[in-house]
C-alpha cells in the first residue's frame, strides 16, 4: 500500500493556467507539508499542516493555495503559472511527537509532481 | 535565519572507493536527519542524530554527529552503484517547526 500518494505524477501546462495536485497519505499522520524542489534538487518547504490547521507558510506567492480537507489530504492549487514555477513539487507527512521533544519522526514523502510551464 | 550547508555538492568516485558527505550549520543543530534520494525519486529517510558525538552505523552507512552539534557526516565504505543519488541533511527545531534541508550532495558511482 501506498504511504503517501500524490496525482498527477507528471503535469505539463501553458503559464498562465490554473492547476492542482492533490496528496493524500495513509498513515495516520498529523502532519502533511508540501516542498518545491528545483532544477539544482534543492528541498524547500512551502507549507505545513497540522490537523487540518496552516502551521507553516513560507514566502510564497499568493498564486499557491493549499487546502487540507480533512487531515489525510492536503491539496495544492497554483493560480495564473508561471514559467518560474516549473520544478517538482513533493508532499510530504509525518507525527510530531510533541512541541517540547527533540526527537521527531522522520518525514515520509510522495513520489512528487513534476511540474513544466510553458 | 539558519543555514545548512553541505560539501561537496557533487562527488564522483569509482565503485568500491569510500565516499564522505558533510553537514554543517550556522547555528546548534536539534537534532540531523538523513535522507536519500535516488534519480527521478523522493527523498526516502536514512537516519537521525540527537546526541552529542553520536555514531550510527548502518551496514556500510556511517553517520556522526559533531561534538558542538553544528556538523554532521555520511560516511559509505566501498561504495556500490547502488549508493548513486542525493544525499540530504536536514535540521528541525521542534516538531512543529519547519524541516530545513541541506542542498544536498550529489553521488556518482562509476562502475
Known amino acids: 500500500d501506498t504511504a503517501v500518494s500524490q496525482t498527477p505524477k507528471y503535469l505539463v501546462t501553458q503559464m498562465g493556467n490554473d492547476k492542482s495536485i492533490k496528496c493524500e497519505q495513509n498513515?495516520?499522520?498529523?502532519?502533511m507539508y508540501w516542498y518545491k524542489q528545483d532544477s539544482k534538487k534543492f528541498l524547500k518547504i512551502m507549507f505545513s499542516?497540522?490537523?487540518?490547521?496552516?502551521?507553516i507558510n513560507e514566502t510564497v506567492p499568493n498564486r499557491f493555495s493549499p487546502k487540507s480537507p480533512d487531515k489525510a489530504h492536503l491539496n495544492l492549487h497554483i493560480n495564473s503559472l508561471e514559467l518560474g514555477d516549473s520544478a517538482v513539487y513533493f508532499c510530504?507527512?509525518?507525527?510530531?511527537?510533541?512541541?517540547?521533544?527533540?526527537?521527531?519522526?522522520?518525514?515520509?514523502f510522495g513520489p512528487g509532481t513534476r511540474l513544466t510551464v510553458l | 535565519g539558519q543555514q545548512v550547508m553541505q560539501i561537496p555538492q557533487y562527488q564522483h568516485v569509482q565503485e568500491g572507493e569510500d565516499f564522505t558527505t558533510y553537514c554543517n550549520s550556522s547555528t546548534t543543530l536539534s537534532n540531523i536527519q538523513w535522507y536519500k534520494q535516488r534519480p527521478g525519486g523522493h527523498p526516502v529517510f536514512l537516519i537521525q542524530l540527537v546526541k552529542s558525538g553520536e555514531v550510527k552505523k548502518q551496514k556500510r552507512l556511517t553517520f556522526q554527529f559533531g561534538e558542538a552539534k553544528k556538523n554532521s557526516s555520511l560516511h559509505i565504505t566501498a561504495t556500490q552503484t547502488t549508493d548513486v543519488g542525493t544525499y540530504f541533511c536536514?535540521?528541525?527545531?521542534?516538531?512543529?517547526?519547519?524541516?530545513?534541508f541541506g542542498p544536498g550532495t550529489s553521488l556518482s558511482v562509476i562502475p
Open positions: 498513515l495516520g499522520h498529523d502532519t
Open positions: 536536514a535540521d528541525q527545531k521542534t516538531s512543529y517547526d519547519k524541516v530545513i
Open positions: 510530504a507527512s509525518s507525527q510530531p511527537l510533541g512541541a517540547t521533544s527533540v526527537v521527531y519522526n522522520e518525514q515520509f
Open positions: 499542516y497540522n490537523n487540518k490547521e496552516l502551521i
